[in-house]
């Protein structure tokens, strides 16, 4: 299979990149490793519009800055290349128009509720990025990796193994790693980039959200629920909510970590995490996919209902 996407890259005429909405660093890393390996064959697709852009700490990766968005791209791609994208859900309407009347569509990822949505699907489920997942396509071709390829599938691994500290690193993403340090990639400068350059608005925000934290069902459970009033007061965006369900869960006696965020009148996007749980089994009930241990879904419903639905799948499974 790799070979096979490798060939139709190569018989690719202009390739659209396109990365899930939200945009984190796996997400961000491999759509730029892969623009470093294309060139000007390739452009990027933000899935974002109304003026937003990707998470600012990502603000020294290359290629960001003229990636387009829902505002300003066009139907002109003849291949889509989807990267940690989980499901088509993962891909919003103006984007899916374009991956459908693409003529070749390739689907590389790591998520396990992936189920191969594209023509060529790659999916290592259960790797611990699609960067991962990307090095070693990388390598079974053998295409050598410029530094800025290796630093941003680092990029990729770093903060989708929570800096190496998930069930999902094995030794070979350690090996990995560390082939890519020797590429010339500076892991320090990009570990403080990702980690330790937060806005005083995120800080703020953040500890609001995390003083409004309910617990129910002995500590077991605990939530807490963002409403667009909460942003506006710390002048926070929404990547600034990033972070939050992994605080609740690091608190000893939680086991499910919620945070649910107000999107429109009648939606409600959530993020769960556990420590031992498989959270996938609750976020499938709403549609949602993701990781054993993390995971999320947006409930069609306005915020307070929409947590009455997600304890009672909770609850079921506890």
Do not use: W
């Not at 909405?21 to 933000?46: E, Q, R, W």
């Amino acid at each position: 299979m790799i070979k096979k996407i490798f060939e139709q890259i190569q018989k690719a005429k202009k390739i659209l990149i396109i990365t899930h909405v939200n945009p984190d660093g796996d997400t961000l890393g491999c759509a730029c490793a892969l623009k470093s390996y294309l060139k000007d064959k390739a452009d990027i697709l933000l899935e974002v519009s109304d003026g937003r852009k990707y998470p600012e700490i990502y603000s020294f990766m290359p290629y960001l800055d003229d990636a387009l968005t829902l505002d300003n791209v066009k139907n002109i791609y003849d291949t889509v290349v989807c990267v940690d994208v989980a499901s088509y859900d993962r891909i919003v309407e103006k984007a899916r128009e374009i991956f459908d009347s693409a003529k070749v569509t390739i689907n590389i990822d790591h998520h396990k509720t992936n189920k191969g949505y594209a023509m060529y699907n790659y999916v290592l489920g259960g790797f611990s990025s699609a960067g991962e997942v990307l090095y070693e396509m990388f390598e079974s071709m053998g295409i050598e990796l410029s530094s800025e390829m290796a630093s941003c599938l680092y990029v990729s691994i770093l903060t989708d193994t929570g800096c190496f500290k998930y069930e999902t690193v094995t030794p070979r993403t350690f090996e990995i790693a560390s082939n890519l340090a020797k590429l010339g990639v500076d892991c320090a400068k990009i570990a403080r980039n990702c980690y330790d350059l937060k806005s005083k608005a995120m800080v703020m925000f953040q500890a609001h959200c995390l003083s409004k934290c309910e617990f129910i069902c002995n500590d077991k459970i605990a939530y807490t629920l963002i409403k667009k009033s909460d942003l506006e007061k710390f002048g926070a965006k929404d990547e600034h909510t990033e972070g939050i369900s992994e605080a609740i869960r690091s608190i000893r006696p939680v086991e499910f970590a919620c945070v649910l965020k107000e999107s429109g009148v009648s939606s409600t996007k959530v993020s769960l995490r556990s420590k031992e749980k498989d959270v996938t089994k609750v976020v499938q009930k709403f549609g949602g996919g993701g990781h054993i241990r993390a995971a999320g879904c947006t409930i069609k419903k306005p915020l307070k209902e929409a947590l009455d639905l997600l304890l009672a799948e909770i609850k079921k499974y506890l």
